[in-house]
């Protein structure tokens, strides 16, 4: 073999060799691409209104600013290991719909809960491609996304002056209806009742209050409870005073799973109609 014919096999060989570490590093940036880089951030164009197929570019973290609430029903750029972190940096409230139909299915944003996700300003939701899915899903337990975490305050509508009849020696389920915070959508007003959703299952705290009208006779039985699913869990009865308004405060400290019914009744013994006034009802998941 010639001089020549050496110097080109050896060119080649070499060239063949640096070819296929050149595959092999590309390969290794192509796996990189989806790994988290909270240095890899980008402050896109503001958001005004609901964004379909959102792209979010080649970056890890995004600083989002709003120019009103706004929306995003899907995200465009999944792949296999790939997580990605919105951060709002506006004064809006940004949504993630559960299963945005608005958006390409592969783009889909699938929460924990079923139920849409709200990031409030200065908060933040972690998303997390799952390739099996095909859909982008929330990997953490999402408190930062309510205003007050996950929960709900209710009371009879109106406050201050709001009053229930409650009959003699007969239970009745007080007709709380008017929601106050209930960032999840938990509150069923029509029915006076809180059905916990897919996903939120945990243990639940609770407080239930409210005051009785007084009675002439004293002695005589008041009782508020909790009942989950049709039965009573926790209560409070008391005597009452006669002649004396009687405030009553029952709590709840109780294990809650999907679709199990929350539901606040109340029962007197005074041979007569009773008024029971302001009752709320404050619960939340706090595990």
């Known amino acids: 073999m010639s001089r020549v014919e050496e110097y080109y096999k050896s060119t080649l060989q070499r060239l063949v060799t640096e070819t296929e570490s050149l595959k092999?590093?590309?390969?290794?940036?192509?796996?990189?691409?989806?790994l988290f880089d909270v240095s890899n951030e980008f402050s896109p164009t503001a958001l005004a209104g609901?964004?379909?197929?959102?792209?979010?570019?080649?970056?890890?973290?995004?600083?989002?600013?709003?120019?009103?609430?706004?929306?995003?029903?899907?995200?465009?750029?999944?792949?296999?290991?790939?997580?990605?972190?919105?951060?709002?940096?506006?004064?809006?409230?940004?949504?993630?719909?559960?299963?945005?139909?608005?958006?390409?299915?592969?783009?889909?944003?699938?929460t924990p809960s079923g139920q849409d996700v709200v990031v409030f300003p200065s908060a933040r939701a972690k998303l997390y491609y799952d390739?099996?899915?095909q859909r982008w899903v929330v990997p953490d337990l999402p408190q930062w996304a309510g205003r007050y975490g996950i929960g709900i305050f209710a009371f009879k509508t109106p406050l201050g002056i709001a009053l229930q009849s409650i009959p003699d020696i007969v239970g009745a389920q007080l007709q709380i209806n008017r929601v106050v915070i209930d960032d999840w959508g938990l509150f069923d007003a029509a029915n006076f009742r809180v059905v916990i959703p897919a996903g939120l299952g945990?243990?639940?705290?609770?407080?239930?209050?409210?005051?009785?009208?007084?009675?002439?006779?004293?002695?005589?039985?008041?009782?508020?409870?909790?009942?989950?699913n049709g039965y009573a869990q926790t209560a409070l009865t008391v005597p009452s005073v006669a002649g004396?308004?009687?405030?009553?405060?029952?709590?709840?400290?109780?294990?809650?799973?999907?679709?199990?019914v929350v539901t606040w009744h109340a029962y007197q013994i005074s041979g007569a109609p009773l008024n029971f006034r302001i009752p709320a009802v404050l619960l939340v998941k706090i595990r």
């Not at 709003?66 to 409230?93: C, H, P, W």
Request: aromatic residues 10%; neutral net charge.
């Open 24 to 34: 092999k590093r590309v390969r290794r940036l192509e796996a990189d691409i989806p």
């Open 50 to 110: 609901t964004s379909n197929n959102y792209d979010p570019g080649n970056y890890d973290v995004l600083r989002l600013t709003m120019t009103q609430d706004s929306a995003i029903t899907g995200i465009l750029g999944g792949k296999k290991g790939r997580y990605l972190e919105l951060y709002n940096a506006s004064a809006y409230k940004l949504t993630l719909p559960n299963e945005g139909s608005a958006s390409s299915a592969t783009a889909r944003v699938v």
């Open 131 to 133: 390739i099996g899915a």
């Open 202 to 228: 945990g243990l639940w705290l609770g407080s239930l209050t409210g005051y009785w009208d007084p009675d002439v006779v004293g002695g005589n039985w008041r009782q508020i409870n909790w009942h989950i």
């Open 244 to 260: 004396k308004d009687h405030w009553m405060t029952a709590q709840l400290n109780y294990p809650l799973a999907a679709g199990d």
